[in-house]
Structure formats: C-alpha cells, structure tokens
C-alpha cells in the first residue's frame, strides 16, 4: 500500500503540471540564493568593511565567472546522461554554497562561496528549458516556459522579504545559512520525483558541441535576441542588487522597510510581467514569429521613462506604482524569448542551445549590470555623495534601448531561422 501511494505520487509529479510545479520551486530556490545578497548588502558591507565596487563583484562576477563558463559543458552532460538528475545535483550544490556565504569572514572568502552558487546554478536553468520543451507541445511552450520563469519574482520576493527580516532581527549570516538547508532539502524530494520524459526509440542522438556551434553560427536571430537579453539584464540584475540600496540610501526605507516595499514590487510586478509575456508571447507568435521579440522590444522602451521617474522621484510613495510597472515590463521579455529560442534548433540541441543563450546573457548581464553601477556609484560619489547611485542607475537605464533595438532586429529573421 505505501509503495503503490508512492507510485502514485511520482506519477502526479512526473506529469506536466507536477513537472512544471517543482521545476518552479527548484527555480525559485534559484533566485532565493542568487539574489538575496542584494537585500543583504547593507549589513555586509557594514561588518566586512566593503566598497561599492566590491558589492558589485559579489553581486555580479563572483557569480557569472563559473555560471556562464560552466553551463555548456554542463548543458551537454544533460542532453546526453538526462536533464532531471543534473538538476537535482546542481540545486543541491548551489545551495550548499549559500549555506557556507553564512561562514564568510572576509571579501574573499565570501567571493569564493559566490562563485561556489554560480557553480551549482549553472547546471540548473538550461536542463529546466529543455525539459520543459520537451514535455509540452509548441503551442503551449511560452506559457509553459513563463510560469517557470515565475521563480524569478517568486525567488526574488522570498529572498528579500526572507533575508531582510532575518538580517534585521538575527544577523545576515543566519539568512544565508537557513536559505541554503531549506534547499538541501528540497534537493532529494525533487530528484526521486521528476523524471525526463521517455525519448522515442528513434530520436537522434545529443549532437557534438561543434554541430551546435555551426547550427546556431546559422542563426543570426540568436545571437541578436541573446545579446539584446543580455543588454536589459544588465540593467534588470543591476536594478535588482541596487535598488534596495537606493531605498535605503535615497528614499530614507530601513532594512525591513526596504524588503517589503521592494518584495512587494517584485511579487505584483513579476508575477504579472512574466504572466502576460508569456500569454502575449504565444499569441502573437502563432500570428507572427516575430512577435516573440518585438513584444519585449515595446516593453523595453516602455519601461525607460517609467524607471526614470520612479528613481527621480525620490518618493516611495510616488515611486511604488512606479515600480510595479518597470518590474512588469522587465519580466515581459523571459516567455516569448525562451520559446524563440527552443525553436531555433533541433530537440536534441535544445539545453545546449538554451546554455549558449544563457551564457551570454549572464555573462554580461549579471557579469557587467552589478559592477558597472557599483564602479559608476563609486566614481560619482566624491561629486554626489548618497545621490551616486541614483546617478549610475539612470544613465544605465540606455542599456533598455540597446536592448530593444537587437530584439527588433532579431524579429526581422525569426521567420526565416525557425527549425520546422
């Protein structure tokens, strides 16, 4: 009897909702480990003696150095040896590595425990794609694609709401430390639940990495709507680290203030972002397969005036809806895009597709946003002093309208390099 309940609780998990479900929350714990150093900056940069520049590095580079170098390799272990299994391996390190931030005695140590959480992550974005293109049909993928991006606003929130409360009243070291368990222990439950779906007995086998190369060498469409990813994270992954300081440093919020109006922004803003991306998203591109990167191509532009008002305002009052709309139009993008992108190669090439796209987009987006506007924040502040960094996050707001002018070029080929 308890083997036949167990039977029957794999079989709920391994369908595509339960799939979806946990591929969610392991995404979510993603976004928990690799943002709540954001909320936490303050107190670090408090008792470790920091300078902006290093809270970018921390926030940014230590991260992205193995992320993005190691998630190719790792993309090809799951589309040979099975993408569930990578997963589970890979959320069980990075949380690991979050858990040990909580031990950091100094910059570099906390670097290396980082660069410890890029390791894992990098194993767990791309084999999440692939699977779930695998397991839902075209018309659905978007959609499909956008309620697992929802672990971005989700993970987000829970690491700022979570790790400010605690850093407040406890310490920030315990924020890390409870985090991390909570994700060791999913990581067990999520590997004996979730299966990759069964292959046909003739599916080609994973291509040679230089097959990939060549495919997507063919394909300009990618490498147009990668970059122009990788130019608005550098403004979304700058904004999310930033942003709670500005609050704190501008806008007059303390700590638990600052977790809950920005965990807020991020929950009503996020959520409805990544929802309607990936509703407009297969929409517009059953109509039109450009439509899947000019519907971001809007939002970006969108969402520069707004961003410029809401950080010039200097009222959180004024800024919060504000906000709301700037975290909506930034989430749009991740559904319509992912999808383009699972479309431009064959199956079999998908993970290892998913992970070139992510290399570049977190390469510079997580790599570059967080430095960049520490070391902008840095330079400004003998001149500005605490308005710096309100200075360095409106001139980086330019990186939205490179990004909207690659992903409109990118829509003009989208027709013509889609794999049929």
């Not at 079989?11 to 979806?20: D, K, P, Q, S, V």
């Not at 809270?55 to 390799?73: E, H, N, Q, S, V």
């Not at 084999?127 to 991006?149: C, E, G, H, K, T």
């Amino acid at each position: 009897m308890v083997s036949e309940a167990f039977d029957a609780a794999r079989a709920r998990a391994t369908g595509r909702a339960g799939l979806l479900g946990m591929l969610l929350i392991a995404y979510s714990f993603n976004f928990v480990d690799r943002q709540i150093v954001g909320i936490l900056a303050g107190p670090i940069k408090a008792e470790l003696g920091l300078s902006d520049t290093q809270l970018g590095l921390l926030g940014g580079l230590a991260f992205a150095l193995f992320y993005t170098g190691l998630g190719i390799p790792i993309a090809l272990l799951a589309d040979r040896r099975g993408r569930s299994g990578v997963i589970a391996v890979s959320l069980a390190l990075w949380s690991g590595f979050t858990a040990l931030c909580g031990a950091a005695a100094n910059f570099t140590q906390l670097f290396l425990c980082r660069m410890g959480v890029g390791i894992g992550e990098a194993g767990g974005v791309a084999p999440s794609y692939a699977l779930i293109a695998d397991s839902f049909p075209a018309a659905q993928r978007a959609r499909a694609l956008a309620i697992f991006s929802l672990g971005i606003p989700l993970g987000s929130a829970a690491g700022v709401l979570f790790g400010g409360l605690v850093a407040a009243n406890v310490g920030w070291r315990t924020a890390f430390v409870a985090v991390g368990l909570a994700g060791l222990a999913f990581a067990p439950l999520f590997r004996w639940l979730v299966r990759d779906p069964p292959r046909a007995s003739d599916a080609p086998a994973a291509p040679p990495v230089r097959e990939v190369a060549r495919t997507l060498a063919s394909k300009p469409s990618f490498w147009l709507l990668a970059f122009g990813a990788a130019s608005s994270s550098m403004l979304g992954y700058g904004v999310a680290f930033w942003l709670p300081q500005l609050l704190q440093r501008s806008f007059g919020l303390g700590l638990i203030e600052t977790s809950q109006y920005y965990g807020a922004i991020l929950l009503i803003g996020g959520v409805a972002g990544v929802l309607l991306g990936g509703w407009l998203g297969d929409r517009a591109g059953a109509r039109n397969k450009a439509g899947y990167a000019r519907l971001p191509a809007i939002a970006f532009v969108l969402a520069v005036p707004l961003y410029a008002g809401a950080i010039y305002s200097g009222s959180a009052t004024i800024a919060f809806p504000l906000f709301v709309l700037c975290q909506a139009l930034a989430y749009i993008w991740l559904g319509p895009v992912i999808a383009a992108v699972q479309h431009l190669v064959p199956q079999p090439m998908r993970a290892t597709a998913s992970a070139v796209f992510l290399f570049v987009n977190n390469l510079i987006g997580i790599g570059a946003g967080t430095l960049v506007m520490g070391a902008l924040s840095d330079a400004l502040t003998p001149r500005l002093g605490d308005e710096a960094l309100r200075v360095s996050m409106l001139i980086s707001l330019s990186f939205y309208l490179l990004a909207a002018a690659l992903m409109w070029a990118g829509s003009r080929r989208l027709a013509r390099d889609w794999h049929h």
